[in-house]
């Protein structure tokens, strides 16, 4: 079974700083994805991103950069510039590449961007 | 609004009360999940339409709870006799296409369900 660990519970920054937002993946899969979602107070989840197994490049997209290094199982994401807009709950996961692709998610790291 | 809607957005019942929700998916999208999610956790699997067809049920989901897929196209999820411990926000997704192959889940805002 795949397992998904965000040790961070809770993070405040102040406006403007950087974060990073860790995340942990288990798995015995050799193919398997993992995703990042945004959970604000509407409920909504938003996605973020999804990467492959076979895919170890970092991705920036905009303020959002992610870093995926399979050597340590970890699937970081990072917000440059942290906004108050920014705050919310957050979220990564996993899938795997049989079954019925269910996630596995985390149980979240929530983010407050103070002004 | 195209995303998934589900419906109602909150609902409160007394306990041992039947409950009902539904998931209207993106049009066109074969594949629907409904999670559950509890104060403070990551949302958890409880079962998955690929068209009409209910492929799998998470052991979260005991003989209480039932949902369906009729036409392949809205959902419901049905909770009878509710307990306490039933509180959580049910969310539901739909793709079309597999999920992390090529192309991601996409959510509704969630039915909060409070059991007093």
């Known amino acids: 079974a795949q397992k998904v660990t965000q040790a961070q519970t809770e993070i405040s920054v102040v406006e403007k700083e950087d974060v990073t937002l860790d995340c942990v993946y288990e798995?015995?899969?050799?193919?398997?994805?993992l995703f990042w979602y945004k959970q604000p107070p509407s409920g909504e989840l938003v996605f973020l991103i999804r990467r492959n197994s076979f895919d170890e490049q970092n991705e920036i997209s905009g303020r959002y950069s992610w870093n995926f290094q399979k050597s340590t199982s970890s699937f970081n994401f990072t917000i440059t510039a942290s906004q108050v807009v920014d705050s919310a709950v957050y979220f990564c996961a996993s899938s795997k590449d049989t079954g019925r692709r269910a996630l596995t998610f985390g149980s979240g790291t929530r983010l407050q961007v103070q002004p | 609004d195209t995303g998934v809607s589900q419906n109602p957005r909150h609902k409160i019942t007394k306990r041992g009360q039947n409950v009902t929700f539904r998931c209207d998916p993106i049009?066109?999208?074969?594949?629907l999940y409904w999670y559950r999610q509890t104060l403070g956790q990551g949302p958890e699997f409880l079962t998955y339409?690929?068209?009409?067809?209910?492929?799998?049920k998470s052991r979260l989901l005991s003989d209480r709870f039932s949902a369906e897929r009729p036409k392949g196209s809205f959902s419901t999820l049905e909770i009878q006799r509710t307990e306490q411990g039933d509180s959580a926000m049910y969310l539901c997704?739909?793709?079309?296409?597999?999920?992390?192959?090529?192309?991601?889940?996409?959510f509704g805002q969630g039915t909060r369900l409070t059991v007093v």
């Open positions: 049009s066109e999208h074969n594949r």
């Open positions: 798995t015995r899969d050799t193919t398997y994805y």
């Open positions: 997704a739909s793709s079309l296409g597999i999920v992390g192959v090529n192309t991601e889940a996409f």
């Open positions: 339409f690929q068209n009409e067809a209910q492929l799998e």
